[in-house]
């Protein structure tokens, strides 16, 4: 009872005090300039749409080498096509597209493989793709895991595990997770991920969505810990709550990445 009310304070805080910055017009100005980001690498996962739509936009268009990490590959062409089309000289907009899928632990592996093989180093990982399946019923992926913890949490810490390598390849590199203010609402009860499982508590979308979302902030902490443990402090660890959003709004913070 007393974790429900926290949460129900901190989304309805969090909402507030997003309202009223908005209201006052309170908008951070865009922080990035064209070729800021010369050179750099940088791959976002989930880029076919919303937050993730115009992070790598942004990123692009100041200068990064985007790697749009997406399910929908012929999307994902389509709109690297179109921001080619937006600029000035084409030739200066470095857009790629890699499938992924994120409930896939084959499709993760098969993409950093992939991206090994390429031996570049990886200076940004925007770990994006996310999915919130309200007023569906409770979902397993192949391997019977639930899917908002196999997309927000096991695929993504797999993908971010696996990637690591080419981080340190970097001279300085960063992970940056889209989280939520929904944490709030989970628990991290990893006996209960799976199908068949009892479950300890009674399963809703928005419990699984917020559990997976603090099982990836717990991740990324523990891994921000390891990191600096083994001396390793040219990798950070980030996590963002990115405000809440209605589907196609256009995301104007990208500045602090
Ligand atoms: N919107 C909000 O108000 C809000 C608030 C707090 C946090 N967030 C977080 O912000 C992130 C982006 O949210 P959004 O609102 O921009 O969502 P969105 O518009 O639904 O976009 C989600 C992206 O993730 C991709 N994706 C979904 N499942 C995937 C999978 N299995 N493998 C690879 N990619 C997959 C989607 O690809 P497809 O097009 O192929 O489905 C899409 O490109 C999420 O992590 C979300 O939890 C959002």
Redesign the pocket.
Known sequence: MMMMIKAMWETAKEITLQRIVMSYQLRSAALLVPNQLDGLYVIV????????YYTARELAFAGARVIMA???VDEAEKIAESWKEDTDDSKTLHVEVME????SPSSVRQFTAEWDQSGKPLHILIN?????LLGESRQFTEDGIEKHIQ??HIGTSLLTLLLLPSMLKANSARIVN?N?V?HHWGAVEPKSWKMGAEEERKFSNMMSYGSSKLAQLMFLKALSTKLISMGKTSVLCVAV??A??R?NERVLDVGSF
């Open positions: 996962t989930g880029s076919t749409s919303g937050i993730g997406c399910r929908r992924l899928d994120l409930l994006n793709a996310g999915i919130l997309v927000n889209v939520s929904g709550h990115p809440v959003r589907q």
